[in-house]
């Protein structure tokens, strides 16, 4: 498949512990907040969403954080696994702002 | 649903050729979006289109590019003459904004461009 981004940032988490991908974004008047998961060769895919009136929302085995103060988002991936290994892209409703994202790189 | 659906998912062409992309998006949504992504720039949005207007196309990297979708079920984008610095994995996504809703794109698996 596609290798994306060499020069991505690049989190390497052990198998079965907490992974924490971090976003930050530049308009205070974003409202609506989107993280992504892309796997080698396949585009894009959602993973989980927020509202700027949250601060934090839970999917299955993820958690997103939102910090309007700073402007920063968090994804946390609970037990990390195998299937986790992607890029993370985090993406602002109104800027479509995606950026180079983070890769995740699951160690055995 | 099968999703978006574009084609070719590979294209190698030379310098000075015309490439043309083409994207069928999920019926019923009104928003396509043209994306390139390379290793050193990532995923930029090129253009997006709202009820088959361009709404947006200040990402669209100079005249060489360009982009129509005369109905609500397809979508091109042109390059005419490709460049060598062309080659990137070209992505196009649909969705159908609702208010107070999940606003997410869905991707197409995406076409590989290699101008050589």
């Known amino acids: 498949g596609e290798s994306v981004g060499l020069h991505l940032p690049t989190l390497s988490v052990q198998e079965g512990d907490n992974s924490i991908i971090n976003c930050a974004y530049s308009?205070?008047?974003?409202?609506?907040f989107i993280w992504y998961k892309q796997e080698s060769g396949k585009g894009p895919q959602f993973i989980i969403d927020?509202?700027?009136?949250?601060d934090k929302r839970q999917g299955q085995r993820v958690t997103v954080l939102l910090n309007k103060t700073v402007k920063h988002l968090s994804l946390q991936i609970a037990a990390t696994q195998p299937g986790d290994s992607a890029v993370y892209f985090c993406?602002?409703?109104?800027?479509?702002?995606f950026g180079k994202g983070t890769r995740l790189h699951i160690l055995p | 649903d099968a999703g978006v659906i574009q084609s070719p998912r590979h294209e190698v062409t030379e310098m000075g050729q015309e490439v043309t992309l083409r994207c069928k998006p999920i019926?019923?949504?009104?928003?396509l979006f043209w994306y390139r992504q390379t290793m050193m720039r990532g995923l930029e949005l090129l253009i997006y289109?709202?009820?088959?207007?361009?709404?947006?196309d200040s990402g669209m990297p100079e005249d060489r590019f360009s982009a129509k979708m005369p109905n609500a079920s397809f979508s091109t984008l042109k390059i005419q003459p490709s460049e060598p610095r062309d080659s990137a994995v070209y992505f196009c996504?649909?969705?159908?904004?609702?208010?107070?809703?999940?606003?997410?794109?869905?991707f197409g698996p995406g076409t590989r461009l290699t101008v050589l």
């Open positions: 996504a649909s969705s159908l904004p609702r208010a107070g809703g999940r606003n997410e794109q869905f």
């Open positions: 308009n205070s008047a974003s409202d609506y």
């Open positions: 927020i509202r700027s009136n949250m």
């Open positions: 993406a602002e409703k109104y800027e479509i702002i």
């Open positions: 019926s019923g949504h009104n928003s």
């Open positions: 289109f709202n009820n088959n207007v361009p709404i947006d």
